[in-house]
């Protein structure tokens, strides 16, 4: 992407990846926090990214970049084009852009909670494993190998039984 900023005639390009391998989901986000600022500092010409909508994770952060960028007269380009929120057409054009981006997330969630759903039906479903155990494989779990482990379990289970041991002399629990 830097090529592309210097093929549309700017020639002090940053990048900003610090977000890459981040999800959306509750994240903090320094460089599009970055990104904002610099925008808001008026320090940035243009916005140069592979799918403009992928930008910003979720509506709110893509609205809020659009209004910023109209504020200050920054560009945003992509692989189709170069457009200026300022323009209600680019702004239109955008819009639909980011919620298009926003039903394809909504569609890859439902389709992964489904697939989840139906791993949990054929008993295929480890999210986690209780301690003592290790995952084996995709779909298998065993004992920990780690001897202090084990014995530290074991340990668990024996004081657990020593507490509740019925007391022959008056059948009660102690």
Same mark, same amino acid.
Not at 141 to 161: C, M, N, Q, S, W
């Given at each position: ?11 002090? =390009?940053?990048?900003? +990846? ?8 509750? &994240? ?12 808001? *500092? =008026? ?14 994770? %979720? ?7 659009? *209004? ?10 992509? *692989? ?21 981006? !926003? ?10 909670? *489904? ?8 008993? !295929?479903?480890?999210?986690? &494993? ?8 995709? %779909?298998?779990? !065993?004992? +920990?190998?780690?001897?202090? &482990? ?19 002399? %008056?059948?009660?629990?102690?």
């Amino acid at each position: 992407m830097p090529e592309r900023a210097r093929q549309l005639g700017w020639s002090d =390009v940053a990048v900003i +990846d610090d977000d890459l391998g981040r999800s959306g989901g509750g &994240v903090a986000r320094p460089g599009f926090e970055k990104l904002l600022a610099a925008i808001c *500092e =008026v320090r940035v010409g243009v916005v140069v990214s592979i799918e403009a909508s992928r930008l910003a994770r %979720n509506g709110r952060d893509w609205h809020t970049l659009l *209004e910023f960028c109209g504020l200050v007269g920054t560009l945003i380009a992509d *692989e189709d084009g170069v457009y200026d929120p300022r323009q209600p057409n680019d702004r239109l054009l955008l819009g639909m852009k980011g919620t298009m981006s !926003e039903m394809e997330l909504s569609v890859l969630r439902q389709r992964s909670l *489904e697939a989840l759903k139906q791993k949990a039906r054929r008993g !295929e479903l480890f999210m986690t &494993v209780a301690v003592g155990y290790v995952r084996v494989g995709h %779909n298998r779990i !065993e004992k +920990d190998p780690d001897r202090r &482990v084990g014995e530290a379990i074991a340990l668990v289970f024996a004081k657990f039984t020593e507490m509740h041991e019925v007391d022959p002399g %008056n059948r009660t629990k102690r």
